[in-house]
């Protein structure tokens, strides 16, 4: 990812919080600890907005016939930075610069990940480090149909797999794959090559994807569609986690939240969250591991 294009991001931003057409990221948060694990429980402005919006859209951004992607508003939108996909600033952003890296033709968000999808996480990854990110399907926190990824960029108060890297082993060899002892649900970590060179990082994630379902019993059906899913990459692993709910209480659960970042519909549900506790919230929308600890 050239600077460039870095450059015009920031740009991009500036104008649009200015226009009003991206919207300002305010929070109200608090630090939880479970098990050694440090948790951001967030009530964020923007996805109150979110839900407002939702209200006034036609069908609401669930209805297979609303689609913000085809085409994506030009104000949030990289012009010509990628044949394959659209690099658009999230309106509804739970931090500066949260970026949806959408395909410029429409395929469902539950098709399997492919190359393609890789090689523009890759673009960002190798040039800026953060965490990439997808919703696999409904149960795993995606509100819309048309395939995405997105990435945020590395800050001290972003969702990171820094959170996990204490417990998982620093030597591990590439495609290797491991769990983690804390987690009590279905998921795993597999180690990605040390690499900053976008094609070979690519590679390193499309085969860390491939094996991480092969290994969650993560197949196709005849529709041709997988279990939903949430798929984590960052801080040279990939984390996947199968999805039984997207709500536990009425709490959204998506890739974030398995990134250390809950992110609440009201600032109620940030003491609901204290009483379950983050870990069983994620292990509540998850599967119960199968694995001994």
Not at 59 to 82: H, M
Not at 101 to 106: E, N, P, T, Y
Not at 224 to 247: I, K, Y
Request: aromatic fraction near 6%.
């Amino acid at each position: 990812m050239s600077k460039e294009i870095l450059q015009r991001l920031d740009q991009l931003s500036q104008a649009a919080l200015a226009s009003g057409d991206l919207l300002p990221v305010q929070a109200q948060e608090e630090r939880l600890q479970d098990q050694g694990l440090s948790f951001f429980v967030r009530w964020v402005s923007t996805l109150a907005a979110k839900d407002a919006a939702s209200v006034s859209i036609p069908g609401g951004p669930r209805d297979p016939n609303f689609n913000p992607f085809l085409p994506p508003a030009p104000a949030l939108t990289v012009d010509d930075a990628s044949a394959t996909h659209n690099i658009v600033l999230n309106k509804f952003a739970v931090c500066d610069l949260h970026l949806v890296l959408a395909d410029k033709v429409f395929s469902e968000q539950l098709h399997p990940l492919r190359d393609i999808d890789f090689r523009i996480l890759a673009d960002f990854l190798a040039a800026q480090g953060g965490l990439g990110f997808y919703n696999g399907g409904g149960p795993a926190g995606a509100s819309q149909r048309h395939k995405h990824t997105q990435w945020i960029p590395q800050a001290a108060d972003n969702g990171s797999l820094a959170l996990y890297q204490d417990q998982l082993p620093a030597q591990a060899q590439a495609g290797s794959v491991h769990r983690h002892p804390v987690l009590d649900f279905e998921h795993c970590f597999v180690r990605l090559l040390d690499t900053q060179e976008p094609a070979a990082l690519s590679e390193s994630l499309l085969n860390a994807y491939r094996l991480a379902c092969k290994e969650l019993s993560l197949v196709p059906g005849q529709d041709t569609l997988l279990p939903p899913h949430n798929m984590l990459v960052g801080q040279g692993w990939m984390l996947v986690v199968p999805r039984s709910v997207e709500l536990v209480e009425g709490i959204s659960v998506n890739a974030l939240s398995y990134a250390g970042c809950m992110y609440v519909r009201t600032p109620e549900q940030i003491e609901r969250v204290r009483q379950i506790g983050p870990l069983a919230v994620l292990a509540q929308a998850a599967y119960a591991s199968s694995h001994k600890q």
